[in-house]
T-cell receptor
Framework: GIQVEQSPPDLILQEGANSTLRCNFS?????LQWFHQNPWGQLINLFY???GTKQNGRLSATTVATERYSLLYISSSQTTDSGVYFC???????????FGKGTRLHILP | GAVVSQHPSRVICKSGTSVKIECRSL??????MFWYRQFPKQSLMLMAT?????????EQGVEKDKFLINHASLTLSTLTVTSAHPEDSSFYIC?????????FGPGTRLTVT
């Protein structure tokens, strides 16, 4: 089946640092989204980014669909950025949505 | 816009009882909703696709008689965990699509004692 791999699995950074999270996928996709799951479990939409680059404040994302990967950049990290970041893809062949295993980010004050 | 609610947010029930979880799209209509299950420190696993006006489509390994899904309207899907057992304890999350983006409910934490 399709593989959605996220790296790194865990990341601990000092406040103010920058980070890059990666999502690789093994099949053609219609859509790709990045989510942040906060400590209470709520999934927050970060980006809908099937291709190209988007920016929203300190966060930006790039998807290269032809090479089947996406990157999430977090600059000037804050402690509120802590949580788990998931990428999710919608498969082209059957429209199902598959999640990666997530990157657990912990920002130290 | 694009708000999805779930109710209840947390439920504790006794083994053998049934629990119903509601998922509502508050400001948009959703022909399709999705139900996910998340174990502690793990990713979300798709359980089933809920289709308004027709039967849900279940993922392999998900018991349709145990996890009953009803998509009664364009804004409401329900998941009923029947004859719950402790191994059904989990975090259940629904989502609905609006303009190709998925919006998630806040989740329901089910604990079966």
């Amino acid at each position: 089946g399709i593989q959605v791999e996220q790296s790194p699995p865990d990341l601990i950074l000092q406040e103010g640092a920058n980070s890059t999270l990666r999502c690789n996928f093994s099949d053609s996709v219609n859509n790709l989204q990045w989510f942040h799951q906060n400590p209470w479990g709520q999934l927050i939409n970060l980006f809908y980014i099937p291709s190209g680059t988007k920016q929203n404040g300190r966060l930006s994302a790039t998807t290269v669909a032809t090479e089947r990967y996406s990157l999430l950049y977090i600059s000037s990290s804050q402690t509120t950025d802590s949580g788990v970041y998931f990428c999710a893809v919608e498969l082209r062949r059957d429209d199902k949505i598959i999640f990666g295993k997530g990157t657990r980010l912990h920002i130290l004050p | 816009g694009a708000v999805v609610s779930q109710h209840p947010s947390r439920v504790i029930c006794k083994s053998g009882t049934s629990v119903k979880i509601e998922c509502r799209s508050l400001d948009f209509q959703a022909t399709t909703m999705f139900w996910y299950r998340q174990f502690p420190k793990q990713s979300l696993m798709l359980m089933a696709t809920s289709n308004e006006g027709s039967k849900a489509t279940y993922e392999q390994g998900v018991e349709k008689d145990k996890f009953l899904i009803n998509h009664a309207s364009l804004t409401l899907s329900t998941l009923t965990v029947t004859s719950a057992h402790p191994e059904d304890s989990s975090f259940y999350i629904c989502s609905a699509a609006l303009a190709y983006e998925q919006y998630f409910g806040p989740g329901t934490r089910l604990t079966v004692t």
